[in-house]
Protein backbone atom coordinates (compact mmCIF):
# COMPACT_ATOMS: atom_id res chain seq x y z
CA UNK A 1 0.00 0.00 0.00
CA UNK A 2 1.17 3.28 -0.45
CA UNK A 3 0.94 6.02 1.93
CA UNK A 4 -1.79 8.50 1.60
CA UNK A 5 -1.00 12.22 2.06
CA UNK A 6 -3.88 15.11 0.79
CA UNK A 7 -2.49 18.73 1.90
CA UNK A 8 -5.00 21.01 3.53
CA UNK A 9 -7.11 23.86 2.47
CA UNK A 10 -9.37 26.23 4.70
CA UNK A 11 -12.08 24.20 4.83
CA UNK A 12 -10.72 20.28 4.37
CA UNK A 13 -7.54 18.92 7.09
CA UNK A 14 -4.33 17.70 5.76
CA UNK A 15 -4.23 13.92 5.80
CA UNK A 16 -1.43 11.75 6.32
CA UNK A 17 -2.00 8.00 6.34
CA UNK A 18 1.37 6.45 6.27
CA UNK A 19 0.58 2.27 6.32
CA UNK A 20 4.55 1.23 7.06
CA UNK A 21 4.79 3.54 10.32
CA UNK A 22 0.77 2.71 11.34
CA UNK A 23 0.78 6.15 11.34
CA UNK A 24 -2.53 7.98 10.48
CA UNK A 25 -3.68 11.67 10.79
CA UNK A 26 -6.38 14.09 9.88
CA UNK A 27 -5.46 17.83 10.84
CA UNK A 28 -6.55 20.63 10.98
CA UNK A 29 -10.43 21.96 10.24
CA UNK A 30 -12.93 20.16 8.38
CA UNK A 31 -15.89 21.91 7.32
CA UNK A 32 -16.64 20.46 4.03
CA UNK A 33 -20.10 20.96 2.29
CA UNK A 34 -19.46 17.96 1.15
CA UNK A 35 -17.69 15.61 3.05
CA UNK A 36 -19.04 12.65 1.57
CA UNK A 37 -16.91 13.23 -1.63
CA UNK A 38 -13.82 14.44 0.83
CA UNK A 39 -13.99 10.77 2.58
CA UNK A 40 -15.21 8.47 0.39
CA UNK A 41 -11.35 7.89 -0.89
CA UNK A 42 -9.83 7.82 2.64
CA UNK A 43 -12.26 5.45 3.78
CA UNK A 44 -11.69 3.05 0.74
CA UNK A 45 -7.79 3.27 1.53
CA UNK A 46 -8.75 1.94 5.35
CA UNK A 47 -11.03 -0.91 3.15
CA UNK A 48 -7.80 -1.99 1.42
CA UNK A 49 -5.75 -1.06 4.46
CA UNK A 50 -7.60 -3.63 6.78
CA UNK A 51 -7.34 -6.75 4.34
CA UNK A 52 -4.28 -6.70 4.77
CA UNK A 53 -2.42 -5.05 7.55
CA UNK A 54 0.99 -3.83 7.03
CA UNK A 55 1.91 -2.90 10.54
CA UNK A 56 1.17 -4.73 14.16
CA UNK A 57 -0.12 -1.10 15.35
CA UNK A 58 -1.92 1.55 14.63
CA UNK A 59 -2.14 5.31 16.13
CA UNK A 60 -4.84 7.40 14.86
CA UNK A 61 -4.70 10.94 15.23
CA UNK A 62 -7.38 13.55 14.91
CA UNK A 63 -5.80 16.71 15.57
CA UNK A 64 -9.09 18.83 14.49
CA UNK A 65 -9.39 22.65 14.90
CA UNK A 66 -12.83 22.42 13.98
CA UNK A 67 -15.30 20.05 12.47
CA UNK A 68 -19.02 20.26 11.10
CA UNK A 69 -21.62 17.64 11.62
CA UNK A 70 -21.26 15.78 8.60
CA UNK A 71 -17.20 15.25 8.62
CA UNK A 72 -18.18 13.75 12.66
CA UNK A 73 -20.12 11.14 11.18
CA UNK A 74 -17.31 10.76 8.76
CA UNK A 75 -14.85 10.42 11.91
CA UNK A 76 -17.50 7.58 13.56
CA UNK A 77 -16.62 5.75 9.94
CA UNK A 78 -13.36 5.73 10.40
CA UNK A 79 -13.33 4.45 14.28
CA UNK A 80 -15.74 1.45 13.01
CA UNK A 81 -13.02 0.76 10.75
CA UNK A 82 -10.20 1.21 13.57
CA UNK A 83 -12.69 -1.04 15.62
CA UNK A 84 -12.78 -3.79 13.04
CA UNK A 85 -9.16 -3.41 12.70
CA UNK A 86 -8.38 -4.34 16.66
CA UNK A 87 -10.61 -7.21 16.26
CA UNK A 88 -8.83 -8.70 13.82
CA UNK A 89 -5.31 -8.28 16.66
CA UNK A 90 -3.81 -4.84 15.58
CA UNK A 91 -3.26 -2.78 18.17
CA UNK A 92 -5.26 0.35 17.72
CA UNK A 93 -4.85 3.47 19.73
CA UNK A 94 -6.89 7.08 18.94
CA UNK A 95 -5.75 10.34 20.00
CA UNK A 96 -7.98 12.74 20.17
CA UNK A 97 -5.70 16.50 19.84
CA UNK A 98 -7.63 19.22 21.72
CA UNK A 99 -7.36 23.07 22.40
CA UNK A 100 -7.32 22.81 26.19
CA UNK A 101 -10.50 26.05 26.17
CA UNK A 102 -12.20 24.71 23.29
CA UNK A 103 -15.36 22.22 25.30
CA UNK A 104 -17.02 21.80 22.12
CA UNK A 105 -13.61 20.00 20.60
CA UNK A 106 -13.39 17.98 23.71
CA UNK A 107 -17.18 16.86 23.81
CA UNK A 108 -17.46 15.60 20.39
CA UNK A 109 -13.96 13.40 20.89
CA UNK A 110 -15.63 12.13 24.28
CA UNK A 111 -18.80 11.28 22.56
CA UNK A 112 -17.19 9.75 19.43
CA UNK A 113 -15.12 7.42 22.51
CA UNK A 114 -18.09 5.88 24.11
CA UNK A 115 -19.47 4.94 20.49
CA UNK A 116 -16.45 2.27 20.57
CA UNK A 117 -14.25 0.20 22.18
CA UNK A 118 -11.03 1.65 21.36
CA UNK A 119 -7.60 3.00 23.55
CA UNK A 120 -8.78 6.98 23.18
CA UNK A 121 -6.04 9.02 24.27
CA UNK A 122 -7.28 12.96 25.19
CA UNK A 123 -4.53 15.49 25.02
CA UNK A 124 -4.85 19.23 25.76
CA UNK A 125 -2.83 21.53 23.74
CA UNK A 126 -1.71 24.68 24.50
CA UNK A 127 -4.27 27.32 23.85
CA UNK A 128 -3.59 29.71 20.78
CA UNK A 129 -5.03 32.45 22.49
CA UNK A 130 -2.60 34.88 23.97
CA UNK A 131 -2.89 34.95 27.76
CA UNK A 132 -4.46 38.06 29.04
CA UNK A 133 -2.64 40.57 30.76
Not at 51 to 78: G, H, Q, W
Request: a negative charge; hydrophobic letters at 45%.
Amino acid sequence: MQQLEILPTYKSPKVNFDPLSGLFQIQGSSILVNAEEFYSPLLNWMDDFIKNPTCKEVKFVFDIEYVNVASTKRFMLFLNRLAILHEKGVKVTVDWLHDGNDQYMIEVGEDLSQLFKLNFNFVALASSAAPKT
